[in-house]
Nanobody, 119 residues
Framework: QVQLVESGGGLVQPGGSLNLSCAASGLTFSRYAVSWYRQPTGEERDLVAV????????NYADSVKGRFTISRDNAKNLVYLQMNSLKHEDTAVYYCNARIQLLRVLSYWGQGTQVTVSS
């Protein structure tokens, strides 16, 4: 079955960096657009960054532009989120999503990884 597994979260001080990974299995990964979302405690899940199936043009939430970078390695079925200059407000559970439009939309989620930015 399809699995998305996030890793790389943890506790980091403000100004620090983390690199999240999303490992995919059970799907033709290279055909899927992949996004990172985040959900702070008690709040809604929001889109952070998107990368299309073949890589190329990426999109970011305004709050992370210039600090976060999404990338993918289709040969390894991996997507990354490099997060620099982290702020307290980046604290959230970060989720990976893989999505494809066929006759219908197929969308898969990982279980999430906690990122806590605190001094």
């Amino acid at each position: 079955q399809v699995q998305l597994v996030e890793s790389g979260g943890g506790l980091v001080q403000p100004g620090g960096s983390l690199n999240l990974s999303c490992a995919a299995s059970g799907l033709t990964f290279s055909r899927y657009a992949v996004s990172w979302y985040r959900q702070p405690t008690g709040e809604e899940r929001d889109l952070v960054a998107v990368i299309p199936s073949g890589g190329g043009s990426t999109n970011y939430a305004d709050s992370v532009k210039g600090r976060f970078t999404i990338s993918r390695d289709n040969a390894k079925n991996l997507v990354y989120l490099q997060m620099n200059s982290l702020k307290h407000e980046d604290t959230a559970v970060y989720y990976c999503n893989a999505r494809i439009q066929l006759l219908r939309v197929l969308s898969y989620w990982g279980q999430g990884t906690q990122v806590t930015v605190s001094s």
